[in-house]
């Protein structure tokens, strides 16, 4: 059964890419000729061209935006990348669609996939790793239905956003800065141009925001990183014995090169100690090496429990990583850099320069601090009260704010 439905999935997907293309070679020949030289270097481009062709940012059609029901329920359109479990980025878009749904405002889920799947294909997945998301999970290419608010998510989702004729304030969830995703050219300047779509922003820490204002003159608020302390907290007598590294090969912004790097430097002065490795698997690095891979949230606490310390790298904004290695009591070992210190802003956080040998310092440093489960239990206070409802609350008032409601 599993099989049969894999092969309608991606019959599905054959017609729909099939589709698109026909109505290319009718009306944008050139287009097609662009696609098919971007083809030789890049399998799927990431966002669909046609969309860049049809988003001429510097005109701006007037905002419409239906009137508030004297209730001040709200309806918000949310574009998003078909989301995945262990999605950082996708679980923090959920959390304050949650917080809406939860006061009673109405949420869709428009989904833009270039890979040619349908919503329906992708709607098992959300429902369970997202199962509190009650709104409907529709196409994007299908176009909107007007709402209130109408929110980007992602860079390349702001191109449908910009170019849907529904109805609705626009704005962008803004989790990093993704111009930096990709070396300077013409990636980095289609991702920068949606910053200059007229949207307002919402974005994940200060930093984000001040970035915005005084590089692209973009309008935004910005909401602090909460932090599930339900799920990451300290677990009472576990032995901690090692040390932890958020690894992702895939995202070139949280610099695995350097931490592996380090962590050989480390091994070599502590080989008793431990290493862990999560985020995807990346193959034996040594006799004490435990490479977990993607792993669910309550293994990742019981990880970090185990550790003294957790080197996590961010080269772009901060991951919602160190504030969940606080919880639990494993002191996150970070890049020094100002966009990481405004955003966790957390006396115990260590941060090092971006080299190998003084990130295998900081980590030493940790796992030879006497009196380590003061430390630990300090660590784990100090985000006792960071709950995601403050970013959630934070949403309301913008959308209040911003349509006048």
Known sequence: MKVVRRLQ???????????????????????????????ADAEVFPVRLEDVRAA?????RPV??????????????????????????????????????????????????????????????????????????????????????VFATAWMTAYPVFNDPCAGRRFYLVQDYEPWFFPVGGLSALAENTYRMGFHGF???????????????????????????DRYRLTPGVRRDGVVFYARRLAPRRAIEIGLLALELFAERHPDVAI????????????????????????????????YAGLTLSMTNVSLVPHEMLAAGCLPVVNDAHHNRVVLDNDHVRYAPATPHDLARALSEVVTAPDFDALAAAASASVTGRSWDAAGHELEEVLRRELGA
């Open 9 to 39: 999935r991606r019959a599905h997907q054959v017609t729909r890419i099939v589709r698109a293309q026909g109505v290319r070679q009718l009306g944008a020949r050139a287009l097609g000729r662009a696609a098919r030289r971007f083809a």
């Open 56 to 60: 001429d940012i510097s005109v701006r």
């Open 64 to 149: 419409v935006v239906p009137d508030v029901p004297a209730d001040g329920r709200l309806v918000v359109n949310w574009v998003s990348t078909p989301p995945s479990p262990g999605s950082g980025g996708h679980t923090t878009m959920f959390r304050l669609i949650r917080h809406l749904e939860s006061s009673g405002h109405t949420c869709r889920l428009y989904l833009y996939d270039v890979y040619g799947s349908r919503a329906v294909d992708h709607e098992p997945v959300i429902r369970s790793a997202f199962p509190g998301f009650r709104g409907p999970v529709l196409d994007v290419s299908d176009g909107m239905a007007d709402a209130h608010a």
């Open 203 to 229: 974005t994940a820490g200060r930093y984000l925001a001040e970035k915005l204002r005084t590089s692209v003159d973009m309008p935004a608020d910005s909401f602090d990183f909460g932090c599930d302390t």
């Open 276 to 307: 862990h490795t999560y985020g995807e698997k990346i193959g034996r690095l040594g006799p004490r090496h435990v490479d977990h891979g993607l792993v669910t949230p309550d293994q990742l606490n019981d990880i970090y429990n185990r550790c």
